[in-house]
């Protein structure tokens, strides 16, 4: 089965071909990365109006790449939801006129969940049940992860997401949109030990997070350095990765040992951070888990995972719809369980 995944979630427009059978077979992408970065963040309207530009074209690009035509795709995944209303419009309406013009089954995606079963793209993949760490630009989230749609939550940030952290941090710094990468290199130039940040809620008895205080205490780092100064800005650079990297590992290992389960997999943007893989690695092996991570490129928004996901609930319900609706709010466990 032939599955075209489509994701406008946010400010990437992501295709992709997924093969049942042979695996992906091609994925395309274009970031609004540059488009929004005047603005130092992503801008609603732009995004939609630039998902339309982007959609048609990937397609054709992922088509060419997979040497296949229109009438090969199977059935149509798209994200239905999380994210901003106008960007998840575009790839829905896209989605399901492609479906009701080649009479294929479309089904709708929780973005999320395309993040969670993206690790199922790496070779080994996963087996259920695990842990799964999303760290993603809108969220961090802590799950137990027993079977596709089942899913329980252990814990979730009470305010800020990781990435978002990295990205107000990176602003701060005066490193631009999108933050993560430019703060995890700078980070690499950093002396440890120069700056000792807060690590919030790193000995709470439970699994949430909070990152709206490391904020503020970059900011105030910031503040007494004089912002010439490159090394003193690539130690607290440092010093904030560290902190992060020091609570999100902590408490995924804590949700380990609270479910009992010995496998841990990482989805989301952040999941792509040097310094965060380097840790988990380093903690999985001394502590005997088995770690998975999606492809590194694979781990910030894309068609691939919306296309695995949607394969995987085609494969367990069958649950294509004709009609739609995108639902811009929608939590994992409410969209967990297939009917
Ligand atoms: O999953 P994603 O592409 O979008 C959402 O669904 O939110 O995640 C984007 C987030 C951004 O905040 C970005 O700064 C962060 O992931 N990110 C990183 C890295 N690459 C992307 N954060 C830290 N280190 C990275 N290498
Ligand atoms: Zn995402």
């Not at 790193?202 to 699994?207: F, T, Y």
């Amino acid at each position: 089965m032939l599955i075209l995944g489509i994701e406008t979630s946010c400010d990437e427009t992501g295709l992709a071909l997924f093969d049942s059978e042979a695996g992906l077979l091609s994925h395309a992408l274009h970031s609004q990365v540059d488009m929004h970065r005047a603005y130092g963040g992503v801008v609603p309207e732009l995004a939609s109006r630039d998902h339309i530009r982007r959609v048609l074209p990937l397609l054709d690009e992922c088509l060419r790449q997979a040497d296949r035509t229109k009438g090969d795709i199977d059935a149509i995944a798209v994200t239905v939801g999380p994210g901003l209303a106008g960007a998840l419009l575009v790839g829905a309406s896209i989605g399901y006129a492609l479906g009701w013009a080649l009479n294929r089954p479309v089904v709708g995606v929780h973005h999320l969940e395309g993040h969670l079963l993206s690790p199922l793209l790496a070779d080994p993949a996963p087996a259920f049940p695990f842990v799964a760490l999303l760290v993603s630009g809108g969220h961090t989230q802590l799950m137990r992860v027993d079977g596709l749609g089942d899913y329980a939550l252990l814990g979730e940030t009470l305010d800020d997401a990781a990435g978002e952290a990295f990205d107000k941090t990176a602003q701060l710094l005066g490193l631009g949109y999108p933050g993560g990468p430019a703060v995890s290199r700078l980070a690499d130039f950093g002396t440890a030990g120069a700056v000792t940040l807060p690590r919030p809620l790193l000995h709470s008895k439970d699994l949430n997070f909070s990152f709206s205080g490391l904020k503020t205490a970059v900011l105030t780092a910031v503040r007494r350095i004089d912002n010439t100064c490159e090394q003193a800005k690539a130690d607290i650079a440092l010093g904030f990765v560290q902190a992060l990297v020091d609570v999100v590992a902590a408490k995924s290992f804590a949700a380990l040992a609270s479910t009992g389960l010995r496998r841990l997999v990482v989805a989301g943007g952040v999941g792509a951070n040097r310094q965060l893989r380097e840790r988990l690695t380093d903690m999985a092996r001394r502590h005997d888990v088995e770690l998975f991570f999606p492809p590194m490129a694979l781990c910030t928004d894309n068609g691939a995972m919306i296309a695995r996901a949607g394969l995987a609930r085609i494969e367990k319900s069958a649950a294509a719809t004709s009609s739609f609706a995108v639902r811009p709010r929608w939590s994992l466990t409410d969209a967990g369980r297939t009917e």
